[in-house]
């Protein structure tokens, strides 16, 4: 063996996932990704995702598991929690005690909530004040389409889902911007002070009524529009749930068209994966599982994040109608004897802003999906940094089936970092790592991905899903 030969066989290099991919795998790849960019379009809330998996769920023969007695080897299920997280099931040949194998992702998006009591008239607009929900630039949200999605209630109950901005003839809304000619002050700012929060206005009409008996003519047009379109008065706002997104749909970029730019990437591209790979299994000896949460990009708190008992309840219930009894023994050894994909995306380097990663530990775009053995910032606060054991055992798993990945952790060390689900499943005593793909832009109102990552973290799901 020659120098050359045997530094090759002694180092590591990346590979870059396209050039390890036949013809037959890319039109798999493109196939995927076109059905990505739909699943997208048509779920840019956590409701709407939930409900598409819902969809998606039973055209794949899943059932409710509320409609279900008991179950057996080959089953498949889903727990559907509050239209807002669920948790599908295939049931393996191999006793549920000895674990499940089970991906989770989250369906919420950085974005903008509507406040409980949002409108109002300004210098003869009517606009609709916001509250920022997850870390956002609060810059990028300005001077650009945006569409209404959420549910209202009428006075009489009724329940009214919103989504207006998004088909061609649709009205579109928007945060208005300083121009520049009288933006002196605005510029001087830090980035982080040059929107404010409270700035984050929404434009919705300026038409007055044509009346002289009411003084905020505007704000009156605007109430009769939505009361003729969707039956809703002021007070309805009070219990809504209404979020403010990008109007534009999920698009193909780069004149090769190895990239999707989209709003809502972070973590919707790893739960669609997730999906399709748990759609994709057939008779598992291990119970496979996939979880999609709300609330990550807050803090996973609430009755529909990964805090809540949701997932220890579910996974009670499967146990009682495999076994016909279950007790907190068998809750926590089915969990400690689980392991855990923690389905999140993980950032990509960027060549113009190349100075805040590491390149020996950044991700790549085009290098395929990124295992990340630990999250959190500066000193790993936050993380649940996975075993060696863990980590060796997944990286055979995807050895074993021919999935291009790569390892990152999340910018240079004191450089800052953020945190997933993965350290509150460790916190249920079951192995986990971060695991998924590498995004540009993360957390702007337009991610990039690359469509072989998309297709690798496809792939890496389903063979874990299949392992023993």
């Known amino acids: 063996m020659t ?38 379009n048509e779920g840019k809330t956590e409701r709407e995702c939930a409900a598409k998996a819902v969809k998606m769920a039973e055209l794949c023969g899943f059932k409710d598991i509320n409609t279900v007695s008991s179950l057996k080897a080959g089953d498949k299920v889903y727990k559907l929690n509050r239209n807002k997280s669920i948790l599908l099931a295939v049931i393996g040949s191999e006793d549920i005690k000895n674990g499940i194998n089970l ?57 009214v889902e919103l989504n207006i901005g998004e088909n061609d003839d649709d009205p579109v809304f928007c945060i208005t911007d300083l121009l520049p000619h009288l933006a002196k002050d605005q510029m001087s700012k830090k980035m982080t002070d040059g929107i404010e929060g409270e700035s984050l206005n929404i434009l919705i009409g300026g038409m007055p009524a044509e009346t ?29 749930e209404i979020e403010i997104v990008p109007a534009f749909k999920a698009r193909n970029v780069g004149l090769d068209e190895s990239f999707i730019g989209a709003y809502g990437q972070d973590d919707r591209v790893c739960a669609y994966t997730t999906l399709k790979g748990i759609f994709a299994v057939k008779a598992p000896k291990k119970t496979a599982a996939a979880l999609l949460v709300d609330k990550e990009e807050i803090g996973s708190m609430g009755n529909t994040g990964m805090l809540s008992a949701s997932f220890e309840m579910t996974v009670a219930e499967i146990i009682e109608k495999l076994t016909g009894k279950c007790s907190l023994t068998d809750i926590n050894t089915v969990i400690s004897n689980s392991r855990c994909l923690s389905s999140d995306v993980g950032a990509a380097l960027d060549p113009n802003y190349e100075s805040v990663s590491e390149k020996n530990n950044a991700a790549f775009a085009g290098c395929g999906m990124v295992l990340m053995k630990y999250t959190g910032a500066r000193g790993k606060s936050g993380s649940s940094d996975a075993s060696a054991e863990f980590v060796y055992d997944i990286g055979k798993i995807l050895d074993n089936d021919g999935v291009i990945w790569q390892t990152s952790e999340l910018g240079k060390v004191d450089q800052g970092g953020g945190g997933t689900i993965a350290q509150y499943v460790a916190n249920l005593n079951m192995d986990v790592i971060d695991c998924g793909v590498p995004v540009l832009s993360m957390h702007s109102p337009f991610e990039i991905t690359a469509k072989s990552d998309v297709y690798m973290a496809y792939r890496s799901y389903l063979a874990f899903y299949n392992s023993l």
Not at 135 to 159: C, R, S
Not at 223 to 239: A, D, Q, V
Request: aromatic share 12%; proline share 2%.
């Open 103 to 159: 991906v989770g992702a989250h369906i919420d998006s950085p974005r903008l909530d509507l406040k409980q009591n949002p409108l109002y008239e300004s210098d003869g607009m009517a606009l609709l004040k916001t509250h920022y929900y997850g870390g956002i630039k609060k810059y990028q949200w300005t001077a650009m389409p945006l569409a209404i999605h959420g549910v209202i209630f009428t006075d009489n109950g009724e329940k």
């Open 3 to 40: 120098d050359k030969e045997l530094f090759k066989h002694l180092s590591y290099t990346r590979k870059n996932a396209y050039e390890s991919m036949n013809e037959e795998e890319k039109r798999e790849m493109f196939e995927l990704c076109d059905e990505y960019r739909e699943f997208l």
């Open 212 to 240: 002289e008996d009411i003084k905020e003519k505007v704000k009156f047009a605007v109430l009769k529009i939505l009361n003729e379109r969707c039956g809703i008065t002021e007070r309805n706002f009070l219990s809504a």
